[in-house]
């Protein structure tokens, strides 16, 4: 028996919806509605209208127990055949892109010839748990089979009970926000807080150019009268960012990291169309770009001693080898601005013989990048980052740019994701 | 969207209270709907003097399944849902008076939302002023007879030059079924083009690629859906800000949705490369974004002067030149319809850019027209009258009843109405139309 020899995915294009700024413009749209409409903008685009694509494999990050099966649900609420089959990943930050890899994957194995890969969230319409205690007294109710049962099980209630769990944007085993992490990596690496200003009004600067160039006009959908990212400032200064008092990291002195430099909380959906070349050529679809490769790795961010978001300087290497590449060897690099911050230190983690010895046992640093191949269209400073969303906007996006740029450029995708996850990819045109 | 008063007139109540009032009674107007018979009712064929079209014409009508009554009242009793009149014969104006015989009997027994079309020989190509002044006066009868008819009937005259005998199929038609509902009063040329046999009624547009511009919304959506229901894949391009619905457009009659501003400056090159990477070429254009900045000339701003220019007129020239240049995109026997409008032609209080532009189409398709006969293409205008769309629906109230009651069907067009002609004119064997301004006005009285 023979199996297919594996080949490379490619990537068709994309679709998402301008990124809104959380309790705004999508403040009454839930995750599926956001899917459902990201979904029948890419059908739109590519002339989808009834077709089955062999799998779509999205997620969010944020997810209410009522969307168990959000991806199908919202397959079957687009224009998409209703006989396309779909399932649900997170893995935080990086479920965008892991989603694409997983799609990429099956691709390449010769499992399915196309399919869509993306990711959802919102933080306005974030699911609310119950206090532990009423919902094990309501677990109990609801399998009661007497009255007496039943009144024996609400004895159990307590007035405190009621205050709902707000989710936080904490790590569950550390307590502490994903930018106080941050704040700890950046003071450890000594990222100045000019640097990081200056990174964040490059990402307006890049993403504001990048529309009136018209080069999301086949990128991004409008949804409920949103037909740009709104977090875009395209006119901020590094003096208007140096106005701004730090938010995290604030029990140290010269804490830098602001609301300016960090990315605040969205609300949003992407996704990206992938197949194999022949399903392209049938199908009358220009190929972008090719997923050449992907991994994935995590650091113990808990009593390792490693930053929450470093686990992309980790990834990196293990994939540079295995393709044979070096870190100078891209035309184009986009690096999730989870944090202005974080972009500085994987960058500067990189280029430091010391950790490139000892933490990713290198002969030598992976070395320095050219800084103005880093998120030419900009990235989630200036876009937003609605958590399983931002993988597809970085896909596509740079899929498109390579494609632009013309055949053999090559990309370098690297986004980190809470839990000390990070998630690495290669594509070329 | 629909026009209130027409439906309110034709109600028990109302129709009644309209007759007290003598107020108009707009008739509910026959349009076109998928596997309908071209005609409720049979059609007679009459000629004035020796007419070369008569048998073309009564094989057509047999063909489409119409029985052909006999202009001598043979068939007494029968009451024709269309008159068509061969005048290629006249050689001067005593032969009118057959026409008015011949005429006159028919349309009293005129079935509602019948059809009245004459034929005749251009003018221009007389070979005496007797004969040139014959065929010329069938244009005052023709618009004046437009204007008697009631109960929704319309009457059109076509030009049929010699060697275009074959164009004539088409036309014909068109003007007698629901497509040409809101049509009327018009004059059209046809020349000469080798037209291809309709391979099918239904879907006549079946296997063509259409781009429509300003797809999103209105007119620009009706056209996308009669487009595809004639059996296009249309190709749905409206600004990136209207993309939502343009998206939903796109979804609904199953085509793609191309987020495109036609005034970028690289436009045409990306609607080009587009449409050669996923379609391999194109064979229909239409012309449809169009955008209204209107105030007095005194008080108007360049800027919005300019934008209505570069939207409605300029855009329509560079894609349309890009089109042509482009190796191979544009498709043998392609069709272009540019949208023009009643302002283009009548002009309009405080719209001097809009009605400059949209004259401005009418003079870019007449000079088109050679070069896309050459390449077998065709390229025409359609100038809509009052139509009942979201923005007519802004107007207030009085200025919009009157812009809707004056013409002679008393009533406002539909989208669907103006889609109808441009799905027409975008037929294959529509090959004959080239150049042309057809208006889809019901008659109006502004710029007739």
């Given amino acids: 028996m023979s199996s297919p020899q594996p080949r490379r995915a490619a990537v068709l294009g994309g679709n998402r919806i301008p990124f809104a700024r959380s309790g705004s413009a999508y403040a009454q749209a839930s995750n599926q509605d956001m899917l459902t409409a990201t979904l029948d903008g890419l059908v739109a685009r590519f002339g989808l209208q009834g077709q089955q694509v062999g799998e779509v494999v999205a997620g969010a990050v944020l997810k209410h127990s009522r969307d168990f099966n959000l991806t199908r649900e919202s397959v079957l609420g687009s224009r998409l055949s209703a006989a396309t089959p779909a399932y649900d990943v997170q893995q935080a930050c990086g479920t965008g892109l892991e989603a694409a890899v997983l799609v990429a994957n099956k691709i390449a194995l010769g499992q399915v010839e196309s399919g869509i890969a993306g990711g959802v969230d919102t933080t306005s319409d974030a699911p609310l748990a119950v206090h532990e205690d009423l919902r094990r007294v309501l677990i109990r109710l609801n399998s009661a089979k007497t009255l007496g049962q039943r009144l024996a099980a609400l004895r159990g209630l307590r007035p405190g009970q009621l205050v709902p769990e707000i989710p936080r944007n904490a790590e569950p085993r550390t307590g502490l926000a994903m930018g106080e992490h941050q704040a700890i990596t950046a003071r450890e690496w000594g990222i100045g807080r000019e640097e990081q200003d200056e990174l964040t009004v490059r990402s307006h600067r890049n993403l504001a150019a990048a529309y009136d160039r018209g080069f999301l006009d086949d990128l991004v959908t409008p949804y409920l009268g949103l037909t740009r990212d709104q977090n875009l400032r395209p006119d901020t200064t590094v003096e208007k960012l140096a106005r701004l008092k730090p938010v995290f990291g604030t029990d140290h002195p010269g804490a830098t990291m602001t609301a300016g430099n960090s990315t605040p909380l969205s609300d949003g959906a992407s996704a990206v169309l992938l197949s194999s070349d022949e399903w392209a050529a049938e199908h009358g679809l220009p190929v972008l770009a090719h997923l050449v490769d992907a991994q994935t790795a995590a650091v113990d961010h808990v009593h390792g001693g490693e930053g929450l978001l470093m686990a992309p300087a980790y990834a990196m290497p293990v994939v540079l080898a295995r393709n044979g590449l070096s870190l100078q060897d891209f035309d184009f690099y986009e690096i999730h601005e989870a944090f202005a911050s974080t972009v500085l230190a994987t960058l500067r983690a990189w280029e430091d013989p010391a950790f490139c010895k000892e933490r990713l046992g290198l002969d030598a640093p992976l070395g320095a990048i050219d800084r103005d191949r880093l998120n030419v269209n900009g990235s989630s400073l200036a876009a937003g980052h609605p958590f399983a969303a931002t993988g597809g906007r970085i896909v596509a996006s740079l899929a498109k740019q390579l494609h632009e740029a013309g055949p053999g450029k090559r990309g370098l995708i690297s986004v980190c994701a809470a839990g000390g996850q990070g998630v690495v990819a290669i594509l070329e045109s | ?448």
């Fill in chain 2, 1 to 448: 969207m629909s026009d209130w008063y027409t439906t309110f007139a034709n109600s028990g109540v109302g129709s009644a209270l309209a007759e007290q009032l003598g107020l108009p009674r707009p008739a509910v107007l026959r349009r076109y709907e998928p596997g309908q018979p071209l005609l409720p009712g049979p059609a007679l064929v009459g000629s004035a003097g020796e007419g070369r079209l008569r048998e073309t014409l009564t094989a057509v009508l047999r063909d489409a399944g119409v029985a052909v009554l006999a202009p001598d009242g043979s068939d007494d009793g029968e009451h024709p849902a269309a008159v068509v009149l061969d005048a290629t014969g006249v050689t001067g104006p005593g032969q009118l008076a057959v026409a008015h015989d011949l005429l006159a009997p028919a349309v009293t027994r005129l079935r509602p939302t019948g059809r009245v079309l004459v034929l005749a020989d251009p003018p221009a190509d007389a070979g005496s002023p007797a004969q040139a002044a014959a065929r010329q006066a069938l244009e005052g009868l023709v618009r004046s007879l437009a204007k008697e008819l009631r109960a929704g009937s319309t009457a059109n005259l076509v030009y049929v030059p010699e060697g275009a005998e074959a164009s004539v199929a088409s036309p014909l038609r068109f003007f007698l079924s629901g497509r040409s509902a809101y049509v009327d009063g018009q004059v059209l040329t046809l020349g000469a083009a080798e037209v291809p046999a309709e391979e099918d009624a239904l879907r006549p547009l079946a296997g063509k690629v259409a781009v429509v511009t300003g797809a999103a919304r209105g007119i620009g959506a009706a056209i996308a859906r009669v487009m595809a229901r004639d059996g296009a894949h249309v190709v749905a391009v409206d600004v990136p800000a209207a993309g939502e619905a343009l998206a939903r457009v796109a979804n609904e009659v199953g085509g793609t949705a191309v987020q495109l501003d036609i005034t970028a400056s690289d436009a045409a090159g990306r609607l080009v490369t587009h449409l050669r990477e996923r379609h391999g070429g194109v064979d229909v254009v239409v012309h449809n974004a169009g955008i209204t900045r209107d105030k007095l000339l005194v008080n108007m701003d360049a800027a919005r002067w300019n934008s209505v220019m570069a939207v409605n007129l300029q855009a329509q020239l560079d894609l349309t030149r890009a089109l042509l240049d482009a190796d191979g995109v544009l498709r043998p026997g392609a069709r272009v319809v540019c949208v023009s409008s009643q302002s283009g032609i009548a002009g309009n209080r405080g719209q001097t850019n809009y009605a400059a532009s949209k004259a401005g189409v009418i003079g870019m398709v007449r000079a088109w027209a050679p070069e896309f006969a050459g390449r077998g293409a065709t390229v025409n205008a359609v100038a809509p009258g009052f139509i009942v769309t979201e923005m007519t629906a802004r107007m207030p109230f009085g200025t919009r009843e009157v812009g809707a009651r004056i013409n002679s069907l008393q009533q406002g067009g539909l989208p669907v109405d103006v889609a109808e002609t441009i799905a027409w004119l975008s037929q294959p064997t529509a090959a004959g139309v080239n150049g042309q301004v057809v208006r889809v006005c019901g008659q109006s009285m502004l710029g007739a």
